[in-house]
């Protein structure tokens, strides 16, 4: 068993470094050979496969084929309960035993299957974490179907571990305020996850290096390196755990991100290359200039589609009635639609409108600003079709972050009880937390950890609108005693 890194606690204590405890886990790694694959559900990857990068393709890799089995709760309380230690674990990922307790009531809990790589027969099954003697994991893992004669090749744990308070100890580039020129990232930040702590790791890195260097050549500081909420995931997890610091592991959600709709997979590279070129840390020239390629075949496909237009019932006769308004087309028919207006509207794809774009061109006589060279390509398709579906979707997004920012002085009502019926949007973990804190102001509520700027926005329009119920009830009230004395004086 590896020991624990005690020393690195007390010197994090001695520079006096607010400490707290969390807790993670990781299940048992399985040999794939033991398994019975053709007894459990599969769940295909994606197909085609998505590559990460939009400069590289992957060539010759295979889907990935998650699996899915359902698990017979086994699992002893007594014994359950003397293992759990006083750390807070993750609540959206938790161990078996947390599940168990949460959910008494069920007879199993789904676990998924996900092979580690292309090159090897390991598994991991994901929702199996618990810190359970190896006995007793082989016993409940055997409990699954497809998994009877499963055989274990690491057993899986829990591990207790203390971490810095982000919100006191870190400033936006993961340098800590007690020690200059000390980065931390991932774990110790109050995180858990893979993928939070890469993010971090960039971050803090990125920074680390570049003052490393700038000192080691003689240069001034260099500008920091931060990436915004508006810019990235990785900006609004930084953000979160700065400002508002965490007491339970931290795990991202695009939930916790106010411009969900404009941060997108599609349009990674459209955000952040040039910053990172900006900044050092991109000098590929292919990938800046694939970059660029992307961007102009994006605007032109975009302004094309913006510049076409047929009537409303042309759409529908050469698309699909149902598809261009349905029965409403009898009352627009003579209406013109620009290409970009029919697909924004539901259940209508880009294909569909590019299908009789093309059509119509060969037909006439085309001018260069509508003129299509064919369908758009794999490489723009998502990216146009997402920024003319959601353009209308973003413009309300930041109306609403720009009234919730004018809002922030705004006092919440005392009297409002935080249940599922009065909002029913949102999280279970929400609610719990608003009900803790009666927060009284939205700036106050802003700096609850797990509130995310979506839920603000919600909360701020259910008391507006309540207040103006309210104001409609008064003068309601109002009126009705106006006229009843008036219908006492003309009586009397």
Same mark, same amino acid.
């Given at each position: 068993?590896?020991p ?13 470094f ?16 033991t398994?019975d ?6 769940q ?10 939009h ?16 698990m017979?709760?086994?699992?002893n309380?007594g014994q ?8 807070n ?12 307790q949460?959910f008494p ?29 190896p ?8 409990s ?8 274990i ?17 870190l400033t ?28 971090q790791?960039?971050v ?5 290096g570049?003052?490393?260097?700038a ?7 260099p ?11 990785i900006g609004?997890?930084i953000d979160d ?16 991100a ?15 290359t040039? %910053?990172?070129f #900006?900044?050092g840390?991109?000098?590929? &020239?292919?990938?800046? *200039?694939?970059? +660029?390629?992307r /961007?102009?075949?994006?605007d ?26 349905g029965a ?16 924004s509207?539901p259940h209508?794809?880009? %294909?569909?409108? #590019? ?5 119509? &061109?060969?037909?006439? *006589?085309?001018? +260069?600003?509508? /003129? ?19 353009q209308?979707?973003e ?17 919440i009502?005392p009297d ?5 019926s ?7 973990? #929400?609610?719990e ?10 700036? +106050? ?8 700027p ?21 003068r ?17």
């Amino acid at each position: 068993v590896e020991p624990p890194s005690i020393g690195l606690a007390k010197t994090l204590e001695k520079f006096e470094f607010p400490l707290g405890r969390l807790k993670t886990g990781t299940p048992a790694r399985v040999d794939g050979k033991t398994i019975d694959w053709d007894a459990c559900i599969i769940q295909p990857s994606e197909n085609p496969v998505s590559s990460f990068s939009h400069l590289l393709q992957f060539r010759n890799e295979q889907p990935i084929n998650v699996r899915r089995n359902t698990m017979i709760n086994v699992i002893n309380r007594g014994q359950t309960l003397k293992l759990i230690g006083d750390g807070n674990g993750p609540r959206y990922c938790p161990s078996i035993y947390k599940k168990v307790q949460r959910f008494p009531e069920r007879t199993g809990h789904n676990c998924f299957l996900e092979p580690e790589g292309l090159d090897t027969d390991i598994v991991y099954p994901n929702g199996m974490s618990g810190p359970y003697p190896p006995d007793i994991q082989l016993k409940i893992l055997r409990s699954m179907t497809g998994l009877s004669e499963v055989e274990i090749v690491r057993p899986g744990y829990d591990v207790e571990y203390d971490f810095v308070n982000p919100q006191t100890a870190l400033t936006h580039t993961l340098e800590t305020k007690p020690i200059a020129g000390l980065y931390l990232a991932g774990q110790i930040c109050g995180t858990t996850g893979y993928e939070e702590a890469a993010a971090q790791g960039i971050v803090a890195g990125a920074n680390a290096g570049r003052i490393a260097g700038a000192a080691a050549r003689g240069e001034e500081t260099p500008l920091p390196f931060v990436i915004g909420r508006d810019e990235g995931y990785i900006g609004v997890l930084i953000d979160d755990l700065v400002t508002k610091g965490t007491n339970e592991p931290y795990r991202m959600f695009t939930s916790r991100a106010e411009y969900r709709m404009s941060l997108r997979a599609d349009n990674a590279d459209l955000r952040l290359t040039r %910053k990172g070129f #900006e900044f050092g840390l991109v000098h590929d &020239q292919e990938r800046l *200039q694939a970059l +660029e390629t992307r /961007e102009y075949m994006i605007d032109d496909r975009i302004a094309k589609l913006k510049h076409f237009s047929l009537k409303v019932q042309d759409w529908a006769d050469r698309g699909s009635r149902e598809l261009m308004g349905g029965a409403q087309i009898g009352k627009h028919g003579s209406q013109k639609k620009t290409a970009d207006e029919v697909v924004s509207m539901p259940h209508v794809t880009l %294909k569909d409108v #590019e299908n009789v774009m093309i059509a119509v &061109q060969s037909e006439q *006589q085309s001018d +260069e600003e509508t /003129e299509l060279d064919g369908p758009s390509p794999s490489s723009i398709y998502d990216t146009v079709e997402a920024a003319i579906k959601y353009q209308f979707y973003e413009k309300r997004q930041q109306r609403d972050m720009a009234s919730w920012r004018r809002a922030q002085g705004l006092r919440i009502p005392p009297d409002i009880t935080y249940v599922r019926s009065e909002f029913p949007a949102l999280r279970s973990e #929400e609610l719990e937390k608003l009900s803790r804190v009666q927060p009284t102001t939205f700036a +106050e509520a802003s700096q609850i950890s797990g509130l995310n700027p979506h839920t603000l926005v919600y909360l701020y329009n259910y008391v507006e609108r309540r207040s103006k119920e309210r104001d409609r009830s008064r003068r309601r009230e109002n009126q009705n005693l106006v006229n009843n004395r008036k219908q006492a004086t003309e009586s009397g």
